[in-house]
């Protein structure tokens, strides 16, 4: 049983750029949450998605952005990217009450 | 707002010593509470969570978790420590409206590191 994967494991953008980061949850998961964790600090939650939709969200601005899809997997979009985007973004799958269960993230570097 | 101190940022502890992690939270109603660990370069991986019921938790790894309603805290203890334990430990509160799946806030984290 595969678990939570994410793709790519390495990113790297310029200033002003857009980004895509994909999801796939663990297998029978149908909640998928974003997390952003910069060096050296806890991850913060960016927003999570239900049903296709946006069920809950963290303080981060509109240029972050993201969709599911009907087979549950999911993607977090982000626009003009600044420095300070600059994190290793981390995916979690779940279902109610049974804990987030982590993938193992993607590094974002924005020069 | 819930939030988590982990009062320890860094930890040394001697192979085959016991070990506590601290954590304490901050919230409003009855936490849902977990604790993950974080090697280099990885992802989390649940160690245990608490989310009623009995207030001592077993988790994997040989790791166990007490939770203390009075004194809000939730910390994390190993009989005795492996090299292979050292990594970044994160505590974690959430809403119990969403039955541990909503969005989660984390501690700072624990860096433990093992003397041989």
């Known amino acids: 049983d595969a678990g939570v994967t994410q793709s790519p494991t390495h990113l790297i953008k310029t200033r002003g750029q857009q980004v895509t980061l994909r999801c796939s949850p663990k297998s029978g998961h149908d909640t998928v949450s974003w997390y952003q964790q910069a060096l050296g600090q806890g991850p913060q939650f960016i927003f999570q998605y239900y049903e296709e939709e946006e069920r809950q969200r963290g303080n981060f601005p509109d240029r972050f952005s993201g969709h599911q899809f009907p087979n549950y997997s999911s993607e977090l979009n982000v626009n003009a990217l600044l420095l300070g985007d600059s994190a290793l973004y981390l995916c979690?799958?779940?279902?109610?009450?049974?804990?987030?269960?982590f993938g193992p993230g993607t590094r974002l570097t924005v020069l | 707002a819930q939030s988590v101190t982990q009062p320890d940022i860094h930890i040394t502890v001697s192979e085959g010593a016991s070990l506590e992690l601290r954590c304490n939270y901050s919230?409003?109603?009855?936490?849902?509470l977990f604790w993950y660990v974080q090697s280099p370069g990885q992802g989390l991986q649940l160690l245990l969570k608490y989310f009623s019921g009995d207030t001592l938790v077993q988790g994997i790894k040989g790791f166990e978790a007490e939770f203390k309603r009075s004194q809000s805290s939730f910390n994390l203890r190993k009989p005795s420590v492996h090299w292979s334990d050292a990594a970044e430990y994160f505590c974690?509160?959430?809403?119990?409206?969403?039955?541990?799946?909503?969005?989660?806030?984390f501690g700072k984290g624990t860096h433990l590191i093992i003397q041989p």
């Open positions: 919230y409003g109603a009855t936490p849902y």
């Open positions: 974690a509160v959430g809403d119990d409206s969403g039955g541990g799946a909503d969005g989660l806030t």
């Open positions: 979690a799958s779940s279902l109610l009450a049974g804990g987030q269960f």
